[in-house]
């Protein structure tokens, strides 16, 4: 699924017919007879209902039909009315709405569904793939008419430089797209488009206060996780993982108690001291209904196996790219048995897993059980005293936090997590070149600078948005993979009414010490067995990485021989050749290769698609790294 959105504007005509030179793109029109949304959707991909003036449609996954959406939409007053509406409606989806002159594009909170948007021939044109944008724009730059800004719908060499961070870039600049001048609207707000060309971004969500006792949270997270896998159960067989764990256990379980075909997956991990495998089994013996489908190690691709350009997302570098070989192996296997969709549980972790960082939050409002819970954790967490306290008692408002986080990048040094952070301050790999990291600094003072608000004012709610964005962009890339083979790929936990309902639970619920995941266990309470529900492990997958690189050691250092990403002054080849022969003692020490590789293949897809890619640095090092 792919579109573009066109306001209602005469300069956008020449623009449409640069699209429909393609016989397979499909077109809903505006009232004048322009094209509102040009692109490529399969029927059950899209819900639409229009009465008088107004009209709305849903593009992704939702339980909603027609008749639901005529029915909310003769409720609606204004535009405005969506911000309270929408959360009516179950799934993960594009929303596009008209009323009256203006149109309204939104995504999804963890931005699996993502608007973008981009000024060409003098007005705003939104899309739902960056690289869409991109390729329009450079269509209508051959065309002859103005894009506005310098070089739009080129790779963009700053982004890449922040996309080399580990684990990942700060807010807002993690949302940043790879194209140039291409932007994204932020998660929880939406795009307006005026009949004038012009565009605003409006912020349309709101966290809800964390004020729930832990039954009641529990009781809507049921609810919402409930109607989040249903919406994928229409479709006669479904498949999903079951790695052993609590998220991906509970959405089979979930996807059991619908009218649906369900094959679920495993994959026999190599460890043998993993317990994955044997949790795995439990949840299979214990789900009878279902077809299970193993994946033996010895029959799978392993981890780093080089992707082909196939094994790429054009819109930016691939978060999964370690697993994207896998990946597309999965996909054809379950597609092969008749699914057409597969739940993973990406998101659990990021909504329901404790962090230091709700300590902080709860300190102001509750100061002795933050203090008693601080203490229990220190203990059990080996924290240093300095390290609790700051958890406790440290932090700024987050613009300045911004701001300090651009010293503290440095190469080759991972920051301690602590509870006065925001988030995980990133850190650039010991083989960023100098030029880059000074990049990456200037870029988050100019981020700070503009004093960015938060996804929400807690810090632990932040966090919580801040991780399912990223596990967004995991699904998003993920998607682009499995979609190839027919297979969508879906995260049910990402839904917005799972992530709200999350979000509802008491800050002291959330740090209940010695209980691995209390939310989601009371919400799973008479769905999940108890001899599953009551897990208290996670799975470490350290055998995967090491076998990885020994088997693609050779394809992996030959990447160094003519690094695009060296070509662009971005990395130092010679540095990274070190650390892919060397010995590597703790696995989470091989965590900055991700980024690297992802970028690295993703400009060499780029060049098999005859994509433009910049020859050279754009920036210089003006600063120390």
């Not at 002291?508 to 009551?534: E, F, H, N, W």
Request: proline share 8%; glycine share 8%.
């Amino acid at each position: 699924m792919d579109f573009v959105i066109f306001p209602d504007h005469p300069a956008t005509d020449p623009l449409c017919l640069c699209l429909r030179r393609d016989p397979t793109v499909r077109t809903v029109r505006h009232p004048s007879g322009r094209p509102w949304i040009m692109g490529h959707w399969a029927d059950d991909e899209v819900v639409s209902a229009e009465a008088g003036p107004g009209r709305l449609l849903l593009f992704g996954t939702t339980s909603a039909d027609a008749g639901t959406l005529d029915r909310l939409l003769r409720r609606l007053r204004g535009p405005d009315d969506l911000d309270s509406r929408v959360r009516e409606l179950s799934g993960s989806f594009f929303l596009l709405a008209v009323m009256g002159p203006h149109i309204r594009c939104q995504g999804s909170l963890s931005t699996i569904r993502q608007v973008h948007h981009a000024g060409i021939n003098g007005v705003t044109v939104a899309g739902s793939h960056p690289q869409d944008l991109a390729a329009l724009a450079r269509e209508a730059a051959a065309a002859g008419l103005p894009t506005g800004a310098p070089g739009l719908g080129s790779v963009d060499a700053d982004t890449l430089a922040l996309r080399l961070l580990t684990p990942f870039p700060p807010f807002p600049l993690a949302h940043r797209p790879a194209w140039r001048a291409v932007h994204a609207v932020p998660p929880g707000h939406c795009l307006t488009l005026g009949p004038d060309g012009r565009h605003g971004i409006t912020r349309w969500w709101h966290p809800p206060r964390p004020d729930l006792w832990l039954e009641d949270a529990a009781e809507a997270v049921r609810d919402a996780l409930t109607e989040a896998v249903r919406a994928r159960a229409r479709h006669p067989t479904l498949s999903a993982d079951l790695s052993g764990g609590m998220d991906s256990t509970s959405l089979c379980f979930l996807a059991a108690r619908e009218d649906t075909r369900l094959i679920t997956t495993a994959w026999v991990c190599r460890d043998e001291a993993n317990d994955d495998n044997a949790w795995s089994e439990r949840g299979a013996a214990l789900l009878r209904s279902a077809e299970h489908l193993s994946l033996p190690h010895t029959e799978a691709p392993t981890w780093y196996a080089p992707p082909r350009s196939a094994h790429a997302d054009p819109a930016g570098p691939l978060a999964v790219v370690r697993e994207s070989v896998r990946l597309a192996h999965q996909a054809r296997l379950v597609a092969a048995r008749g699914s057409r969709v597969h739940l993973v549980g990406v998101g659990g972790d990021e909504l329901f897993a404790p962090r230091p960082v709700a300590l902080n939050s709860l300190a102001r409002t509750d100061f002795r059980s933050a203090a008693r819970r601080a203490c229990a954790a220190r203990r059990l967490g080996r924290w240093t005293l300095v390290d609790t306290l700051r958890t406790l008692f440290g932090g700024a408002p987050y613009p300045q936090w911004l701001e300090s986080c651009a010293d503290r990048i440095v190469p080759g040094v991972r920051s301690g997590v602590s509870g006065a952070d925001w988030e995980v301050v990133p850190s650039m790999p010991a083989w960023a070149h100098p030029d880059a990291v000074a990049t990456v600094r200037r870029l988050v003072r100019e981020a700070a600078a503009g004093k960015p608000e938060p996804f929400a004012p807690l810090r632990s709610q932040h966090e919580t948005l801040r991780a399912a964005a990223r596990a967004g962009e995991i699904v998003r890339g993920a998607a682009a993979l499995t979609g190839r083979h027919g297979v969508a790929f879906e995260a049910p936990f990402l839904d917005d009414n799972v992530i709200e309902a999350a979000l509802t639970v008491r800050l002291v619920d959330q740090v209940a010490v010695g209980s691995y995941k209390p939310l989601l266990g009371a919400a799973m309470d008479g769905i999940l067995p108890d001899a599953l529900r009551t897990r208290g492990t996670k799975g470490e997958h350290s055998a995967e990485v090491y076998a990885g690189l020994r088997r693609h050691r050779r394809a992996l250092t030959a990447l160094c021989d003519d690094s695009r990403l060296a070509g662009l002054g971005l990395i130092r080849p010679e540095v990274l050749h070190t650390a892919l022969t060397s010995l590597q003692p703790h696995s989470h020490l091989l965590q900055p290769l991700d980024p690297t590789l992802a970028a690295e293949y993703w400009l060499r897809s780029l060049q098999e698609t005859q994509a433009p890619v910049p020859s050279r640095p754009t920036v210089p090092a003006t600063e120390g790294a």
